[in-house]
């Protein structure tokens, strides 16, 4: 699923040096430590430097003023990721990345993003990573590349196996004689016919029994005649 | 696999990526990799009016899954070529 920037909390200190907790149960690894960053969200004023994480599975930015500041996103959400160098379209050097969100588009134009001071992150299209030391940027650029190309769509392999391009007419009937017998198994015609069959059943032993009330009254009455 | 093998031949040409959000980007095509991710040197936004901030972005990494089309470059493309690979890559399955 494609969330966007979220707040990142799960921070712990370790030798007075506060990390983030990454979910090493599922492979998830540190692969670079950037100190002296500061992120811009959208068209938000820069946020104090802070230290950049790169784990296999997301970008990870904790404040370094606010220790129980930080953001994160997926790289399952970033769409693209560009080194910007030109001050007319950053005042410094960064990293440019847009961030799918999972709102709808028209809804996610960055003028909305803040409401009552509070940032919506939900709506946040676009992140600046901006080092202290613009030297840097290259390397960071490979190392969000590197990521990037970790985390591949989810779906991907189930979709390979259920979009079967059919090419000959040898194939279209072994399709069909599948579909033939396999849905039939897995909807469960024995189980749709036995519930259908006691449903009836059950309808028969209620006629039944009107039927025999029908009769008592037939009985009465001609008792009573 | 087909394409991805397709577009390492593109490799070095001119090429317009079209993102599922709309934004086109042109540029040489550096790379691409089993997920079509594609990287892009030298690159540009074509609708720039709408697209200021991206207007200085050299280097590129777009993401396979949000890519809608790749224009080509018309003198990279060998119809032939692609009818039989296509057909090829059919028969192996």
Redesign the interface.
């Known amino acids: 699923m494609v969330e966007g920037i979220r707040d990142f909390t799960a921070i712990v200190e370790r030798d007075g040096v506060h990390q983030p907790v990454l979910d090493a149960q599922n492979g998830e690894e540190l692969m670079h430590v950037q100190p002296g960053v500061s992120i811009v969200l959208g068209s938000h004023p820069p946020e104090s430097p802070g230290t950049l994480y790169i784990s296999t599975k997301q970008v990870i930015w904790l404040s370094d003023t606010n220790r129980a500041k930080g953001y994160a996103v997926d790289f399952l959400s ?9 001050p ?3 005042t410094s050097p960064c990293i ?1 990345a ?1 961030i ?1 969100t999972g709102a709808d ?1 028209d809804e996610s134009e960055g003028s909305d993003s803040e409401c009552n001071g509070v940032l919506d992150l939900s709506k946040i299209t ?1 992140m600046r990573l901006v080092p202290s030391d613009p030297n840097q940027l290259d390397s960071l ?1 490979d190392v ?2 590197e990521c ?2 970790l985390n ?2 989810p779906t ?1 392999e189930n979709e390979e196996e259920e979009h079967n ?1 059919i ?1 000959s007419a040898d194939q279209l009937e072994d399709e069909a004689t599948g579909e033939d017998s396999e849905p039939s198994i897995a909807i469960g015609q024995s189980n749709g016919d036995h519930d259908l069959a006691r449903t009836v059943l059950e309808l028969q032993i209620n006629d039944q029994r009107f039927e025999d009330a029908e009769e008592m009254e037939h009985e009465t009455d001609s008792a009573q005649r | 696999m087909l394409f991805f093998s397709y577009f390492k031949e593109l490799v070095g040409r001119e090429v317009t990526v079209e993102l599922k959000n709309d934004l086109a980007i042109r540029g040489t095509l550096h790379s691409v990799d089993q997920y079509l991710n594609i990287k892009l040197e030298n690159t540009r936004v074509v609708d720039q009016d709408k697209y200021p901030h991206m207007l200085s972005v050299r280097n590129c990494f777009i993401r396979g899954s949000v890519v809608r089309y790749v224009q080509l470059p018309p003198e990279g493309v060998d119809v032939e070529l692609l009818h039989d690979a296509t057909r090829r890559e059919a028969r192996g399955g």
């Open positions: 970033i769409s693209l990721h560009a080194v910007s160098r030109d007319e379209a950053y440019y847009q799918e588009e676009e650029f969000f590349c990037a190309e591949p769509e991907e391009w090419f």
